[in-house]
């Protein structure tokens, strides 16, 4: 079985975002850039899939500007055992991802796709259920636990308020959570070894998709500033300010 | 046009968080029709009818939807799509789930955890865990909705009567089944619908010392909540984590102890009324959204709150 997995190019999630000026967006320039961590998950479970005898090949995808090669060879350093990279200048939104994404399982046909559950820049969470619905195929979203069997997976999701097992017919799409996994660290030979690893570069229109726009970003602003209070000295003063001040409590 | 509101509900109650997508709806347009999905939930479709605003509630009664899988759900929101200019439902792990399967299946964009509606196509939504906030507008013919839980007040549960028509099931998909679940029962009120939390991070050192905020939580009525390191370090499940991976609460008061105020977390809470730091740091950036900080020894702190309250 082939695994197809994905790897977005994101701001890393240590950097203290800014907003620019002008409201058009996010500062950009000259900012760390890292594979959206979940899709780092997404990574790991794969690689880990391979190496238990599960699939024999890991195939990773990013759609994007042509930087997004760093966020692939980080994804082979891990393991991936090729990239496809879908280069374009275009604002790709999630449905025109899962469109791309869906030319690529209609070529490489592959057991096994797995996502991020969401990307940490715009916060969507719906690319991987998009990439379901086009491919016409069973979701496990928010996987914390993924179990491969005959022609299927059981896969335990986390859900509010626990956890739910469900199992799909492969191939499937598997969203990640944050405790499926806790993804490597890419070691120095294999860091190397990535580098001889193939990626094909295509396009949107070498796939045939169309991936205009639908939603136009109008503007891009800081959200309001939240004032720091006061601090207490002692646990009485706090309680008082919470029964006489704020009345929050009784 | 008309407006369809998915609901989520528990078979004879509908939950809150599909009445504050509701109250969004209602800002949009005038005919809203509430589905409710699921089987043996005529309870929660009369509940339904009752709620302000709802004119029509639509019953989907079938086995496939007992378990909310989204393969089934979607097929049978996409089968009711016509005639609807905006499909809405909350933000909760079901609503993210099926909601965007809906809208490649429209073949348009769904907008994820709209926080207020400018028009009727134009919305503002958090982005990169709420460090943002973008104004977006669709050229989609149906806009597909999903609603943040803490954004609109809930409408009343009561001053509607609408009427209830049951709707035909399309052809079941087939392709997941459900095997089980593992749900906590709470004796505290849930995260998202508390009007308190109290909650814990790294600073707690370990699982058993959440027990002191237990005795707090017990007699404030308050649920418990936990920060993404403190889950990380295996101290609490995930489903009390509250951040931009975890749930996004809004309660009048929110006592953060022990926790640093990463803005992962900071993301999940800072729309709370008042909040409350109790930190041996002072330097803790949760200081800086804090209405009332303690610089103190949780572990002196905490045990102290509780004598008091």
Known sequence: MKILVTAKRVVD???????????????????KMSVNPFDEIAIEEAVRLKEAGKAEEVIVVSVGQTQCQEQLRTALALGADRGILVETEEDMQPLAIAKVLKAVVDKEQPGLIITGKQAIDGDNSQTGQMLAALAGLAQATFASEVEIGDGSATVTREIDGGLETITVKLPAIVTTDLRLNEPRYASLPNIMKA????????????????VAPRVKTLKVEPPAERAAGIKVESVEALVDKLRNEAKVIS | MSILVVAEHDQNSV???TRVAIAAAKLLGDDIHLLVAGQGCQGAADAAASIEGVQKVLLAESEAYSHNLAEELASLVVSLAGGYSHILTATTTSGKNYMPRVAALLDVSQISDIISVESDDTFKRPIYAGNAIATVQSSDSVKVLTVRGTAFDPVAEQGGSAVIESVEAPAVMGVSEWLREDVVELERP???????????????????????????????????GASRAAVDAGFVPNDMQVGQTGKIVAPDLYIAVGISGAIQHLAGMKDSKVIVAINKDEDAPIFQVADYGLVADLFKAVPELDSQL
């Open chain 1, 13 to 31: 999630y240590n950097v203290n975002i800014r907003v620019l000026a002008d409201q058009s967006g996010v500062d950009l320039n000259n900012v």
């Open chain 1, 195 to 210: 580098k001889k690893k193939p990626i094909d570069v295509v396009t949107p229109a070498d796939l045939g998709v169309d």
């Open chain 2, 15 to 17: 939950k809150v968080p």
């Open chain 2, 190 to 224: 849930e995260l998202t619908a508390a009007s308190i939390i109290v909650s814990g991070g790294r600073g707690m050192q370990n699982g058993d010392n959440f027990q002191m905020l237990e005795s707090v939580a017990d007699k404030l009525g308050a649920a418990i």
